[in-house]
């Protein structure tokens, strides 16, 4: 999932809408304790819309949490699964990593394990650089697949004609390094055309010497996260990502580190918030820049009739008015007006109160 789907995904407002979230036991290799455990969890759906509805109101929803146990592909390769359930809505997600198993009933579907899973499996590009052809693969963590397009791979025609590939020091009076920097530019175009606006980060795979005179020439400069050392000119995807996915992890884990420094550098500054309540309030006005959470810190809570007071409570989330969980109402939020979220691991945030935000301005 892009951020386009998880933007549209946060954007649907409805009641009731279902959200499960479901770990998988990948032991289990026939996925019939999966299905089993699945349908106890939309047993306990189907149970909290029947306290709230009659039935003829909910009868789509229910129809719909009903067949998903025996309609689901179950995947032994997943570590989990989110499941989104409306009246006009049905979205099944594997997710690759465990999530804590909750049924979830609001107006919105509870998409905190999703906004994780984009953001610690974020997409990016690796670049493939060789003398003779340049190709590129796109995934997320270590899953890609080459691109095969109209416009890559990029095969080096001035090398093909270079007399038949034989080495030399000049070809139609330039120096072979100048002769390469124009293939580059010309794989460098073709990216440029995939994505002009550089959204997506980019590993570099090749010799020393062609990554060099690459980075001289590229449109990319500040996108380029990774970078492994060798010829891998017609290795597979799956050892390409092997190499690469480390260095890859290696730099978002550094990510983490800059934006936590930030938090501790803005403690004392008004443009910082710390709690739930209070990032909700600088949140609905739009001041949000970057948000930090701990991954498994929960938080429900009462939102009053403007929307900008949110307030703890211990009861259930079960009552129609108190929302379930408000920090994924508060990731969501930030989402919307443009901001960023990291996760960190739980008590690291715990003098911030669990969650913190850093205003724009």
């Known amino acids: 999932m892009d ?4 933007l549209y995904l946060q954007s649907i407002e409805d009641y009731p809408l279902v959200s499960i979230l479901m770990p998988t036991n990948k032991k289990n ?33 229910q129809d719909k949490l009903i067949s998903i146990p025996d309609e689901l592909n179950y995947n032994v390769n997943a ?43 974020k997409r990016y590009r690796i670049l493939v650089l060789s003398d003779k052809i340049c190709r590129l693969l796109e995934g997320s963590r270590n899953s890609f697949k080459e691109i095969k397009n109209d416009r890559f791979p990029v095969k080096n025609k001035q090398q093909e004609e270079y007399n ?35 959204k997506l980060p980019l590993a570099l795979v090749g010799v020393e010497r062609n990554i060099s005179l690459y980075k001289e020439i590229t449109k990319f400069q500040g996108k380029m996260i990774a970078e492994v050392n060798g010829n891998y000119e017609w290795a597979g995807a799956p050892e390409i990502t092997k190499l690469v996915w480390p260095e890859v992890k290696k730099y978002f884990a550094e990510q983490r580190e800059i934006v936590f420094k930030e938090l501790q550098e803005a403690v004392g500054r008004q443009g910082i918030a710390f709690g739930a309540e209070e990032c ?15 991954i498994n810190y929960k938080f429900p809570a009462i939102v009053d009739s403007l929307g900008y007071e949110l307030t703890g409570t211990s009861q259930s989330g079960e009552t129609p008015e108190v929302i379930d969980d408000a920090i994924d109402e508060l990731i969501e939020l930030v989402i ?15 003098k911030y109160k669990h969650v913190a935000l850093i205003a724009r301005y």
Not at 99 to 119: H, K, P
Not at 280 to 294: C, P, Y
């Open 3 to 6: 951020r386009n789907e998880l």
């Open 164 to 198: 038949n590939g034989m080495e030399r020091n000049t070809f139609k009076g330039l120096p072979k390094h100048q002769v390469q920097k124009d293939y580059f530019r010309e794989v460098d175009g073709e990216l440029k055309h995939l994505d002009p606006e550089g």
């Open 280 to 294: 909700w309030k600088m949140a609905k006005e739009g001041r949000g820049k970057t948000l930090l959470v701990e």
């Open 336 to 350: 919307s007006k443009g901001g960023d979220v990291y996760f960190y691991d739980n008590e690291v945030l715990k």
């Open 79 to 121: 570590d989990s699964y989110a499941i989104y359930i409306g009246k006009d809505h049905r979205y099944i997600y594997e997710l690759p990593f465990p999530v804590e198993e909750r049924v979830i009933v609001d107006t919105t579907f509870a998409t905190r394990d999703i906004v994780f899973a984009v953001n610690r499996s």
């Open 29 to 61: 290799t026939d996925g019939q304790q999966e299905k089993i455990r699945l349908k106890n969890l939309v047993q306990i759906a189907t149970k909290r819309l029947q306290e709230e509805f009659k039935n003829g109101q909910i009868k789509e929803v």
